[in-house]
C-alpha cells in the first residue's frame, strides 16, 4: 500500500513534533529546508496553513522525493475515496426540526444521513448524545431506532425530544465499550455513529460486523483517544505494517487550523504561548532541557491571566511552588521567548502536517479494510465539505445478500 510505504519511509519527517522539540532530526539531514522554512512571512505559513497542497508545491525544490510522493498518495487517495458532498442549500432545504440544533451539526447530519439505506428494520446509533442523528435517521424511513448514550441527562434530553416528535425513538444508557445487550443483536439492522472517538467506533465495528447488521455507516473521529499507549491495527494489511503508532502519533490524524473564529483562534494561540513560557520556566527553575507537558484545563482559563495559569500549573502538577513563582518577576521576558518559539514551531510544523491527510487516510482505510475482510461491500466517501466538519469521511459498508 502506497500509503503505508510513504508514512513508515517519513516517520523521521512526521513523528517528531516541534511544540516539543524544536531541534528534530530532520532540521540536521535538511538544513536548507529548515532554513527556508524559517523564512516564511507570516501570511505564506497561514496560506499553507489552510492550503496543503501549496506547501507541498512549494516543499519541491527542497525534498522533490517527498513531494512527489505526497503528491502520488494524495492522487491515489482521490481515486479510492467517493467525493459527494451535500451542498448547504440542500441541507438547508431538508431541514426537519432542526430547532437546537447547531447550525454546521445539522448539515452535518443532513449530509451524513444520505447514505442511509432504506430497507432496515432497526436503527442503533452509537454515541447519539441528544439523539440529534438518531431522531433525523427514524423520521426518514420511520422505522424503530435505539440510541446508545453513556451520558444519562442526554438520555433523559434526546428522549423528551423525540416523544415530543412522536418518533419510535428510545434511548439507552450504555458503555459502548462493553458487548451489545442481547436485545439488540438484531438481523436486517443498520449501525450508525456520527464522530465517535477512537475506541468507541472501533467497538461499534468489531461488534456490528460480528452480529451481521446489515448496514455500518460511520464517520471516524479522534483516532488518539484509545486506551492503550499504541494503536491497535485492524485489517490484515495494516497488522503486517511496520507503522507502529503512539496516541501522540495518531493525534496528527486531527490536527487542524483553528477555523472556530478569532476568539476561539486566539485562545488557542494564549494556550500554546503559556504553555510554551511555563515549559521554559519550569526548565530553567529545575536545570532541565526537556519540555514541561501539563494536562488540559478549562479554556475559560486563558482569558485569565498568565499568573494564574502558572497557579494552576503548580497545584495540578503538585510541584514546589518557590522556584516557579520567583520566576515570574521575569514572565515578561519567558513570555517572549514563547512567541519567538511560536512562530518557529508554526512553520516546522508545516513539514510534518503535510503527512496528517495520508495518516487519516491510512487509518480510514484500516477501518475500510477491516470490514471487506469481514464480509462487507464498503465505500469510502467524502460527505461534506471541511468547512462543515474536517471529520467529513464516512464509511459505509453493506453486508453481501
Given amino acids: 500500500m502506497a500509503l503505508d510505504a510513504l508514512l513508515d519511509k517519513c516517520q523521521p519527517l512526521w513523528k517528531p513534533r516541534p511544540f516539543v522539540n524544536q531541534n528534530c532530526g530532520w532540521t540536521q539531514t535538511h538544513p536548507k529546508l529548515q532554513k527556508a522554512l524559517e523564512d516564511l512571512t507570516n501570511e505564506q505559513v497561514l ?19 517527498i513531494a512527489a510522493d505526497l503528491i502520488s498518495t494524495s492522487a491515489l487517495s482521490k481515486t479510492i475515496f467517493h467525493s459527494h458532498p451535500i451542498s448547504l442549500a440542500q441541507a438547508q432545504s431538508n431541514a426537519f426540526n432542526s430547532n437546537g440544533i ?5 448539515q452535518q447530519i443532513e449530509a451524513f444521513s444520505q447514505y ?7 436503527i442503533i446509533d452509537w454515541c447519539s448524545g441528544k439523539g440529534h ?12 431506532t435505539t440510541c446508545l448514550e453513556w451520558d444519562r441527562d442526554l438520555c433523559l434530553a434526546g428522549q423528551q425530544k423525540a416523544d415530543s416528535l412522536e418518533l419510535n425513538v428510545e434511548f439507552r444508557q450504555h458503555d459502548v465499550l ?3 445487550p442481547a436485545d439488540l443483536i438484531l438481523d436486517n439492522s443498520c449501525h450508525t455513529a456520527l ?33 492503550s499507549d499504541y494503536y491497535q491495527p485492524l485489517s490484515k494489511q495494516a497488522i503486517n505494517s511496520t507503522l507502529k503508532l503512539s496516541r501522540n502519533d495518531l493525534h496528527l490524524a486531527t490536527e487542524e487550523v483553528i477555523t472556530g473564529g478569532k476568539r476561539i ?8 504561548q503559556w504553555r510554551l513560557a511555563f515549559s521554559f520556566m519550569y526548565q530553567k527553575a529545575h536545570q532541565s532541557e526537556v519540555y514541561f507537558a501539563l494536562p488540559s484545563c478549562p479554556k475559560s482559563l486563558f482569558s485569565g491571566d498568565f499568573d494564574n495559569f502558572v497557579r494552576w500549573a503548580i497545584e495540578v502538577k503538585s510541584l514546589s511552588p518557590a522556584p516557579l513563582q520567583n520566576l515570574l518577576e521575569q514572565k515578561a521576558a519567558y513570555l517572549s521567548k514563547a512567541l519567538h518559539a511560536q512562530q518557529q514551531i508554526r512553520r ?43 471529520r467529513n469521511i464516512v464509511i459505509n459498508a453493506l453486508a453481501h445478500r
Fill in 47 to 65: 496560506q499553507f496553513e489552510l492550503e496543503p497542497h501549496q506547501f507541498i508545491d512549494w516543499l519541491k525544490p527542497y525534498a522533490p522525493e
Fill in 102 to 106: 447547531p447550525g454546521r451539526k445539522w
Fill in 116 to 122: 442511509l439505506g432504506h430497507n432496515h428494520t432497526h
Fill in 133 to 144: 442523528l438518531g431522531c433525523e435517521l427514524a423520521r426518514r424511513i420511520n422505522q424503530p
Fill in 178 to 180: 462493553t458487548p451489545l
Fill in 195 to 227: 464522530h465517535a472517538c477512537g475506541d468507541l467506533h472501533i467497538s461499534l465495528l468489531q461488534q456490528a460486523s460480528k452480529h451481521h447488521a446489515t448496514q455500518i455507516l460511520v464517520s471516524p473521529c479522534c483516532y488518539h483517544k484509545i486506551t
Fill in 265 to 272: 483562534a486566539r485562545l488557542r494561540n494564549t494556550e500554546q
Fill in 348 to 390: 516546522l510544523e508545516l513539514l510534518r502536517k503535510a503527512f496528517k491527510l495520508p495518516l487519516e487516510n491510512w487509518l480510514t482505510l484500516d477501518r475500510a479494510l477491516f470490514l471487506e475482510q469481514q464480509g462487507y461491500q464498503v465505500q469510502v466517501s467524502i460527505f461534506c465539505d471541511k468547512k462543515v466538519t474536517p
